[in-house]
């Protein structure tokens, strides 16, 4: 049986198959120095010591580094390239190594920030410029105790090949400024962009995205994620983004759009009588009544620090035993036993025509805001 050879193209059938090579060298070379360059590393040398104490380091000389960065036009260097440097490279700056090899002619401008989700191609960076600007949220303080609403400011935008988030967290107790990337992913239509800063402070958002094509973003209500400030445990809670900060006079209505509930929830009676002194609330009660007053029950309020402090000095089996009753009533609670965010349908047309209209004007109806 005679022998089968493989066949292939040789760089004589492909006349531009070098300039293709170093096109593609000269665009990764580029991408590796822009990620020098950004990076908090004042020489070449300093960089290479990390490098080779990285515990996923593939190994190299400084030579191959320094040649590796160098971009300078005319170089004897500026086609060199070192395999091994450069995947170190991103491997130590988290940075995912399939954006450095990917073909100059897709665009890809810059190295992409390694992520789970990117293996399998679900985000890319929030590139929209509908989403781009400065918008105006509010969320509950990270300080748990203090019952207090945060005004802040999200700016999104584009700088050469780079997108960029920042937020700027107005607490007077404690400013902040962080930033991220934004992220979206393509599955599920959805935004998140993790903010931090140098001190290791964090804030992660999630919204929902959706294709304008004549308007921006107006309006998204959302979770942030967040370090509480006075713990070591995350925060979970609701926030809410509008194109324009809201006036003094609506601010009344955006605690209730950070509350966290599904489309059921209760409210006891002692509060709805003291709601009802407020005429325009009182209306509404009457006029919807024929839809709530058929379900209308008393309520038993369960604290559960307040039952955990009496129980906790009981003998172990006792404790465990009531804990358990506990968790087969509060399984009754009329709460949801998870959350979820559709995508809103009133609310939008709300803020956008009603919220944000005549927001110049003041009243004293803020006295639970903190004004940035």
Same mark, same amino acid.
């Given at each position: 049986?005679?022998?089968?050879?493989?066949?292939?193209?040789?760089?004589?059938?492909?006349?531009?198959?070098?300039?293709?090579?170093?096109?593609?060298?000269?665009?990764?070379?580029?991408?590796?120095?822009?990620? +020098?360059?950004?990076?908090?590393?004042?020489?070449?040398?300093?960089? +290479?010591?990390?490098?080779?104490?990285?515990?996923? !380091?593939?190994?190299?000389?400084?030579?191959?580094?320094?040649?590796?960065?160098?971009?300078?036009?005319?170089?004897? +260097?500026?086609?060199?390239?070192?395999?091994?440097?450069?995947?170190?490279?991103?491997?130590?700056?988290?940075?995912?190594?399939?954006?450095?090899?990917?073909?100059?002619?897709?665009?890809?401008?810059?190295?992409?920030?390694?992520?789970?989700?990117?293996?399998?191609?679900?985000? @890319?960076?929030?590139?929209?410029?509908?989403?781009?600007?400065?918008?105006?949220?509010?969320?509950?303080?990270?300080?748990?105790?203090?019952?207090?609403?945060?005004?802040?400011?999200?700016?999104? $935008?584009?700088?050469?090949?780079?997108?960029?988030?920042?937020?700027?967290?107005?607490?007077?107790?404690?400013?902040?400024?962080?930033?991220?990337?934004?992220?979206?992913?393509?599955?599920?239509?959805?935004? +998140?962009?993790?903010?931090?800063?140098?001190?290791?402070?964090?804030?992660?958002?999630?919204?929902?995205?959706?294709?304008?094509? @004549?308007?921006?973003?107006?309006?998204?209500?959302?979770?942030?994620?967040?370090?509480?400030?006075?713990?070591?445990?995350?925060?979970?809670?609701?926030?809410?983004?509008?194109?324009?900060?809201?006036?003094?006079?609506?601010?009344?209505?955006?605690?209730?759009?950070?509350?966290?509930?599904?489309?059921?929830?209760?409210?006891?009676?002692?509060?709805?009588?003291?709601?009802?002194?407020?005429?325009?609330?009182?209306?509404?009660?009457?006029?919807?009544?024929?839809?709530?007053?058929?379900?209308? !029950?008393?309520?038993?309020?369960?604290?559960?620090?307040?039952?955990?402090?009496?129980?906790?000095?009981?003998?172990?089996?006792?404790?465990?035993?009531?804990?358990?009753?506990?968790?087969?009533?509060?399984?009754?609670?009329?709460?949801?036993?998870?959350?979820?965010?559709?995508?809103?349908?009133?609310?939008?047309?709300?803020?956008?025509?009603?919220?944000?209209?005549?927001?110049?004007?003041? !009243?004293?109806? !803020?006295? $639970?805001?903190?004004?940035?």
């Amino acid at each position: 049986m005679g022998e089968v050879r493989g066949t292939y193209r040789k760089d004589i059938d492909c006349p531009d198959a070098e300039e293709r090579r170093l096109v593609q060298i000269k665009e990764m070379k580029r991408k590796l120095r822009e990620l +020098y360059k950004n990076s908090d590393y004042k020489s070449i040398k300093n960089l +290479y010591e990390d490098l080779i104490d990285f515990d996923q !380091s593939l190994y190299f000389s400084e030579n191959s580094l320094s040649q590796t960065l160098n971009t300078e036009p005319g170089s004897k +260097y500026e086609t060199t390239f070192n395999l091994y440097a450069a995947i170190t490279l991103c491997r130590y700056f988290r940075k995912d190594i399939s954006s450095l090899f990917v073909s100059p002619e897709a665009g890809k401008n810059t190295l992409e920030d390694a992520d789970p989700l990117q293996a399998v191609g679900k985000y @890319i960076v929030l590139d929209d410029p509908q989403y781009f600007g400065d918008f105006y949220g509010y969320m509950y303080s990270r300080y748990m105790k203090r019952k207090t609403i945060i005004p802040f400011k999200l700016s999104i $935008n584009k700088s050469g090949d780079r997108v960029e988030a920042i937020l700027e967290y107005r607490d007077p107790r404690k400013p902040l400024i962080l930033s991220g990337v934004p992220k979206l992913i393509t599955r599920s239509k959805n935004i +998140y962009i993790i903010f931090s800063n140098p001190e290791g402070e964090f804030f992660e958002f999630f919204f929902h995205y959706k294709q304008y094509r @004549i308007d921006k973003m107006w309006y998204r209500r959302g979770i942030v994620i967040a370090d509480e400030s006075s713990t070591d445990s995350p925060e979970v809670a609701n926030f809410v983004l509008f194109d324009k900060e809201i006036s003094d006079e609506k601010f009344r209505y955006i605690p209730g759009l950070l509350m966290i509930s599904g489309p059921r929830f209760c409210v006891s009676e002692s509060k709805i009588m003291e709601l009802r002194q407020d005429s325009n609330v009182a209306k509404f009660l009457d006029d919807f009544a024929y839809l709530f007053e058929h379900d209308k !029950s008393p309520m038993y309020v369960f604290d559960e620090d307040t039952i955990m402090s009496i129980i906790k000095n009981e003998e172990p089996e006792r404790k465990h035993f009531l804990i358990s009753q506990l968790l087969l009533i509060r399984e009754q609670a009329e709460i949801s036993h998870n959350i979820t965010y559709p995508m809103d349908t009133e609310y939008p047309e709300y803020a956008h025509k009603f919220l944000v209209v005549d927001s110049s004007s003041h !009243s004293n109806d !803020s006295d $639970n805001m903190i004004k940035p």
